[in-house]
């Protein structure tokens, strides 16, 4: 089944205290995103790749890294996560930036920082 | 910066009612508009995708059309049932440009409530 896979899918955690966030897809896409989503500001852009080591940041890339060096994996790192960043995390895939192709998502992490 | 909004941010209708759903951008330049929906605690599943050449695009019950120049998007659906109750969200993704050859911006999103 095609799919994108985040791990885990709760995390609670406190301030200061790294964390990873998994993102896998198994459709050989080439492009790769995460976004936020928080109450009444929809969701926003963290950083996308277009492909294996090729990444940008999105709107909100402050207190994010992320890295690609294999196609189907896409981790969010949160290397001090402070209270502000207590969201709903969602990662996307999609096959290229080229064409008409949607944009498939993940079942979302929801990421409380105490 | 390309702004999308969605207005009303919550809707309630009777079953059977059409649905009228409404996302509007400040920048005219995009690629194309997505429609998703989104059930309580879940992820985003998509419903339509219209590119900028296009007038509109149809899926069953569901309808979306494009105005580019005036920078609207409309999502119908007709004859609404309970399963309909979900929150849903357009995204934008602008035309292709060195800062923005892959964002996509979304709206908050309208949340509709379909009542027996």
């Known amino acids: 089944e095609a799919q994108v896979t985040q791990n885990p899918r709760y995390l609670i955690t406190v301030t200061g205290k790294k964390l990873t966030v998994t993102c896998s897809q198994n459709?050989?896409?080439?492009?790769m995103s995460w976004y936020r989503q928080d109450p009444g500001l929809g969701l926003r852009q963290i950083y996308y790749s277009m492909n294996v080591e090729v990444t940008d940041k999105g709107d909100v890339p402050e207190g994010y890294k992320v890295s690609r060096k294999e196609k189907r994996n896409f981790p969010l790192i949160l290397e001090s996560p402070s209270p502000n960043q207590t969201s709903l995390y969602f990662c996307?895939?999609?096959?290229?930036?080229?064409?008409?192709?949607?944009?498939?998502f993940g079942p979302g992490t929801r990421l409380t920082v105490t | 910066k390309q702004e999308v909004t969605q207005i009303p941010a919550a809707l309630s209708v009777p079953e059977g009612e059409n649905l009228v759903l409404n996302c509007s951008f400040t920048?005219?330049?995009?690629?194309?508009l997505q429609w998703f929906r989104q059930d309580p605690g879940k992820g985003l599943t998509s419903l339509l995708l219209?590119?900028?050449?296009?007038r509109e695009q149809t899926s069953g019950r569901l309808n979306a059309s494009l105005d580019k120049s005036s920078g609207r998007s409309t999502l119908y659906i007709a004859a609404s049932q309970p399963g309909d109750s979900a929150t849903y969200l357009c995204?934008?993704?602008?035309?292709?440009?060195?800062?923005?050859?892959?964002?996509?911006?979304f709206g908050a999103g309208t949340q509709v409530v379909v009542t027996p």
């Open positions: 219209i590119q900028s050449s296009q």
């Open positions: 996307a895939s999609r096959p290229g930036l080229a064409g008409s192709y949607e944009q498939y």
């Open positions: 459709m050989n896409h080439e492009y």
């Open positions: 995204a934008v993704r602008p035309v292709f440009s060195t800062d923005s050859w892959g964002k996509f911006q």
């Open positions: 920048d005219s330049a995009i690629y194309n």
